[in-house]
């Protein structure tokens, strides 16, 4: 069997992820990766095993990468999806699919013209507890969604002196807590309750109004302290947290917090999903754990095992119960169906994974969110 060829654009944080993920699949070779600039493509390429390294250019030009991955951050999203789709590759995309509706609107309708596979890392959704929630839901377990309480707490930006390009509204876009990480929330609520959010009401608040940022680069674990000289204090213009009021398409109603600056939170996405039959309960960092809460029985707990999901959810599990999956194992569940389209050579008809319209989607939603913070008031989405 010839293996699909994959080229991976960026390789901070998430792309080794991908790398990893993508290795993991049966038909998938990551062939190539690109970089900034050619050195650093190099340097990683011989740190991550891979064969060959470009810069993105010169990585399009290569016919026999068929699919790209844009792990870089939020502002090249746009120009590299739309580069990477007029040369004919299949793209998976980091979230946000781009800076603003315009970008995202554009790349959703070249996307559909070129019929090539495309998708958006929306991977908190194959957590399979979050599927079988999902699942559940459709068949009429949880009844009516009455209320949905969500959150998405972090903490690696809690000090003032925590750095990093999401600060910078030029390279991330003007919202950063709720494009960062309460995009994941609002595609993971509409995803499991299928419902659509149609109203929103957004409070921001910025804890550290200016950030130091170091002015040389940090090296990780050099042990090196940076003296006050070698800063610059920096205004931040950004939410740290946020709260936002969700109005639901079925009449009812919910609530959802972000924050980076929750001390000991390190990535920790909560939901808890009211319905008129049961209660669902989910935490992303316990994921092989699903509470289920009744009124008039026991509450439950189901543990993520094959043998007692329903066979949706089953299809995300590649352990049986008690050999817990997690976080690395969500990308290569979600890459799994990315990659069944592409051998097909194709976006299916109605895709299983997240895709650009999701991404737009989820986009619209955050640009209304940021709105009504402006405006203080209601807003439409
Ligand atoms: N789905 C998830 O769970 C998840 C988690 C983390 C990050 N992300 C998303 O992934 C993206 C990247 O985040 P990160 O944390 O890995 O950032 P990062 O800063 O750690 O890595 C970005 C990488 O892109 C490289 N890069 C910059 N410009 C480039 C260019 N022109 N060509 C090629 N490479 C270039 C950088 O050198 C760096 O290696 C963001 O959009 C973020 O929202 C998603």
Redo the contacts with the bound molecule.
């Keep these: 069997m010839e293996k699909i060829k994959v080229g991976i654009?960026?390789?901070?944080?998430?792309?080794p992820a991908h790398i990893e993920a993508l290795r993991r699949l049966p038909n998938v070779e990551v062939a190539a990766l690109?970089?900034?600039n050619i050195e650093?493509a190099k340097e990683k390429a011989a740190q991550l095993g891979i064969a060959r390294a470009y810069v993105?250019d010169d990585l399009l030009k290569q016919d026999d990468i068929q699919s790209v991955h844009i792990?870089?951050?939020?502002f090249?999203?746009y120009s590299q999806s739309k580069a990477a789709l007029l040369a004919g590759k299949h793209v998976v995309c980091?979230?946000p699919l781009a800076k603003d509706l315009h970008e995202a609107e554009e790349l959703v309708a070249l996307a559909a013209q070129t019929g090539l596979v495309n998708a958006v890392?929306f991977?908190l959704r194959y957590y399979p507890l979050v599927r079988q929630m999902k699942t559940m839901r459709e068949k009429g377990d949880l009844g009516d969604v009455y209320s949905i309480l969500g959150s998405y707490l972090q903490d690696w930006l809690f000090y003032e002196t925590d750095y990093n390009?999401r600060l910078e509204p030029d390279k991330s876009g003007d919202s950063r807590a709720i494009a960062?990480i309460g995009s994941h929330l609002m595609d993971v609520i509409e995803y499991i309750t299928g419902l659509k959010t149609v109203e929103v009401l957004a409070d921001f608040n910025t804890i550290h109004k200016t950030r130091k940022k170091p002015l040389k680069a940090v090296e990780t674990y050099s042990g090196k302290m940076l003296k006050p000289e070698d800063y610059a204090d920096v205004p931040i213009t950004t939410e740290d947290h946020a709260n936002v009021l969700l109005r639901f398409d079925n009449g009812n109603r919910g609530s959802v917090t972000v924050s980076q600056v929750s001390a000991g939170r390190k990535n920790q996405l909560k939901l808890e999903i009211s319905g008129s039959k049961k209660t669902f309960a989910f935490n992303s960092e316990a994921p092989n754990e699903l509470w289920i809460g009744n009124r008039d029985g026991y509450n439950e707990v189901l543990m993520r095992d094959p043998s007692l999901a329903y066979p949706e959810a089953r299809a995300l599990m590649s352990f049986p119960g008690g050999h817990n999956e997690g976080f690395p194992d969500t990308s290569k569940q979600m890459f799994k169906e990315v990659y069944a389209a592409i051998e097909a050579g194709k976006q299916p008809e109605s895709p299983s994974f997240p895709t650009f319209a999701d991404g737009y989607r989820e986009l619209l939603i955050c640009e209304r969110i940021l709105e009504s913070n402006r405006s203080q008031t209601w807003t439409k989405v």
Aim: net charge negative; with cysteine; hydrophobic share 35%.
């Design positions: 654009v960026g390789t901070g944080f998430i792309g690109c970089e900034v650093l993105f792990c870089t951050p939020n090249l999203h980091e979230k890392h991977n390009w960062d």
